[in-house]
T-cell receptor
Framework: GNSVTQMEGPVTLSEEAFLTINCTYTATGYPSLFWYVQYPGEGLQLLLKATKADDKGSNKGFEATYRKETTSFHLEKGSVQVSDSAVYFC???????????FGKGTLLTVNP | NAGVTQTPKFQVLKTGQSMTLQCAQDMNHEYMSWYRQDPGMGLRLIHY???????DQGEVPNGYNVSRSTTEDFPLRLLSAAPSQTSVYFCASRPGEASGANVLTFGAGSRLTVL
């Protein structure tokens, strides 16, 4: 079956530091890949997505590239802000396109 | 604003009580689903529906019932609450598969505590 493995948290960074959150996946076929973000006390919202190999999703300074050869979709940001503090979830949609499989989430805390 | 509305936001139950978590969306989405979020477990799919009158089980359906009598509403019922059902519950929806739009819209969540 499909599965998503993302790096364990929590991750604590200083403002303006570089961020990487690793995500690897197992799936048959050609899944779509997503990063969702959950700010404190809120539901999840889409951060970015990629639908085919070598696609790069980007939003709000975050980027992730769909790497089929390494089955990865790592999230990066060059300079984090305090407002980026949140839980980040990697997810994939494959097979029956209705179902989303989530990783366990990575808590990011950015200190001023 | 259009979106997914969940009620209640917080609920405390005693073991054995029943209750219904409500979910409504006004985006005419065909697909609706319920997830639970637990520390260290990520989000796990409980039940989902691909249209009115159609429901199916996800990863962790035991102890929960759902129905989909209208496109807009997808309530989640706990028939006899157990402490293991203490969790944060999220409802999410998206357009039908034919639309090609596979991004879920989430509600703000319902925090349930079972004593």
């Amino acid at each position: 079956g499909n599965s998503v493995t993302q790096m364990e948290g929590p991750v604590t960074l200083s403002e303006e530091a570089f961020l990487t959150i690793n995500c690897t996946y197992t799936a048959t076929g050609y899944p779509s890949l997503f990063w969702y973000v959950q700010y404190p006390g809120e539901g999840l919202q889409l951060l970015l997505k990629a639908t085919k190999a070598d696609d790069k999703g980007s939003n709000k300074g975050f980027e992730a590239t769909y790497r089929k050869e390494t089955t990865s979709f790592h999230l990066e940001k060059g300079s984090v802000q305090v407002s980026d503090s949140a839980v980040y979830f990697c997810a994939l949609s494959g097979g029956s396109n209705y179902k989303l499989t989530f990783g366990k989430g990575t808590l990011l805390t950015v200190n001023p | 604003n259009a979106g997914v509305t969940q009620t209640p936001k917080f609920q405390v139950l005693k073991t054995g009580q029943s209750m219904t978590l409500q979910c409504a969306q006004d985006m005419n989405h065909e697909y609706m689903s319920w997830y639970r979020q637990d520390p260290g477990m990520g989000l796990r799919l409980i039940h989902y529906s691909v249209g009115a009158g159609i429901t199916d089980q996800g990863e962790v359906p035991n102890g929960y019932n759902v129905s989909r009598s209208t496109t807009e509403d997808f309530p989640l019922r706990l028939l006899s609450a157990a402490p293991s059902q203490t969790s944060v519950y999220f409802c999410a929806s998206r357009p039908g598969e034919a639309s090609g739009a596979n991004v879920l819209t989430f509600g703000a969540g319902s925090r349930l505590t079972v004593l």
